[in-house]
């Protein structure tokens, strides 16, 4: 059995060292190629082709799975594919070089929440459950046939990198389950239906900026789904206060009206208030909600009226 894994962030890295401290036999990475990271724009190997790196495993870094990349597998002798948040697109060509097929490890319970930011969109929309799925990769986005799903509750207070890890060690283990089974050919594909189907664009700097007028317990679940990116916001001064954490409380105020009681500080939404517990002001370091509003010193107690960013 030769298996190439093909993933590119931190999560699928954690994922590829987990199955290979297992002794899964890898015997080719797939992985996007180095890009500039941090202010300085330092060219740098994805966290995938690092872990590669260590364990001495012949990498390929491409933006596309074409005939150099199908000519590698056959080299290598690869069975199928394991992918973990690769971020290429793979052609029917690609789909058919590998004599058993290529398999993806996704964050959500398919159908619901089928691609870019399923974790995300899941904490957004307030669900109480989620859960991990492997499935055969097809021509569609995320509609293959599912090999194994398992689900787990989201905790009330989980932002999407806390729920994006406990989803990372429950595919890991679930991988483990599998790719014995996919090796031997003893899987049952179920194909997908459209029943609950939901889907999960990726999600840019917009999508986090904070609406007061809503509720409060929506907007919560809005903070939750994208902390820490794109990042929760409110316009302020001409500028961005940054949401870090913060929960629904039942207390009424006017829309943007900020007020404290017992050292907490509280902006007031369309129904509710939101308790800001941490923020982070525009250069500065982040900080406890109270401590922020203690520095205002009696000016500009109303946030959201800039509606310029």
């Given amino acids: 059995m030769s298996i190439l894994f093909a993933g590119t962030p931190q999560n699928a890295a954690e ?68 992918v973990v948040a690769l971020g290429v697109m793979l052609n029917p060509h690609a789909l058919e070089a590998l004599p058993q097929g290529w398999f993806n490890l996704h964050y959500s319970l398919l159908p619901r929440w089928r691609g870019a ?19 055969k990769i097809d021509s569609g986005l995320d509609t293959g046939a599912i090999v194994k799903s398992v689900p ?7 932002n999407s990198a806390e729920l994006l890890q406990r989803l990372t060690n429950i595919g890991v283990t679930l991988l483990l389950e599998v790719i014995p ?20 664009p990726k999600l ?36 961005v206060l940054k949401v870090l954490i913060a929960r629904a409380v039942s207390k009424e105020s006017e829309v943007g009206k900020l007020v404290t009681e017992n050292g907490n500080v509280y902006v007031g939404c369309g129904i509710g208030s939101l308790h800001l517990i941490e923020v982070q002001p525009a250069g500065k370091r982040r900080m406890l909600g109270a401590d922020w509003f203690r520095g205002l010193n009696g000016h500009d107690f109303k946030l959201g009226e800039n509606d310029q960013l």
């Fill in 15 to 82: 994922t590829l060292r987990e199955l290979l401290l297992a002794g899964t036999p890898i015997s080719l990475v797939l992985t996007r190629p180095d890009a500039p990271i941090g202010r300085k724009a330092i060219i740098t190997p994805s966290p995938v082709a690092k872990v590669a790196e260590e364990f001495g495993i012949f990498t390929i870094k491409s933006n596309k799975v074409g005939e150099a990349e199908i000519a590698s597998f056959a080299t290598f002798g690869i069975d199928f594919a394991i």
């Fill in 117 to 135: 930011a399923p974790v995300q969109h899941a904490l957004i929309a307030g669900e109480i459950e989620t859960g991990v799925t492997i499935f």
């Fill in 152 to 158: 787990t509750a989201i905790s009330p207070d989980e």
């Fill in 181 to 200: 089974m996919i090796a031997s050919g003893l899987i049952d594909l179920k194909p997908q239906t459209n029943v609950g189907l939901t889907v999960a």
């Fill in 204 to 239: 840019f700097k917009s999508d986090g900026k904070l609406q007061l007028f809503q509720d409060a317990r929506v907007l919560a679940n809005q903070i939750r789904g994208v902390t820490p990116e794109p990042g929760a916001w409110i316009p302020f001064r001409d500028e």
